[in-house]
Nanobody
Framework: QVQLVESGGGLVQPGESLGLSCAAS????????VGWYRQAPGKQRELVAT???????NYTDSVKGRFTISRDNAKNTVYLQMNSLVPEDTGVYYC????????????????????????WGQGTQVTVSS
């Protein structure tokens, strides 16, 4: 099964930087658009940044100029570099990816199918505080 695992979260002070990574594992054949989302306490999950297979990027206004999303297709990873962090950046950060991968169909046969699916990681906590 395809899985996404985030790493790099932690506690930092305002003005500092932090880098997040999201690694995809499993039988992967192709990866489409990949994105980072975040959810602050008491708020809805919001889009932070996306990057297409053609490396076209998109950022929410609040992080433009501070965050950079990138991808390494050979390693099936996506990276979010966060600079000049502010307390408002605090939240759980999730990676999301549209992936063409192998998904197991049945237990006995062991058969699998190749299909496009939207995958989510478990999230990593980012806290920006003095």
């Amino acid at each position: 099964q395809v899985q996404l695992v985030e790493s790099g979260g932690g506690l930092v002070q305002p003005g500092e930087s932090l880098g997040l990574s999201c690694a995809a594992s499993g039988k992967i054949f192709s990866v489409g658009t990949v994105g980072w989302y975040r959810q602050a306490p008491g708020k809805q999950r919001e889009l932070v940044a996306t990057i297409t297979s053609g490396t076209m990027t998109n950022y929410t206004d609040s992080v433009k100029g501070r965050f950079t999303i990138s991808r390494d297709n050979a390693k099936n990873t996506v990276y979010l570099q966060m600079n000049s962090l502010v307390p408002e950046d605090t939240g759980v950060y999730y990676c999301n990816a549209f992936i063409l991968g192998a998904t197991k169909v049945g237990g006995e046969s062991g058969a699998s199918e190749i299909s496009w699916r939207d995958y989510w990681g478990q999230g990593t906590q980012v806290t920006v505080s003095s």
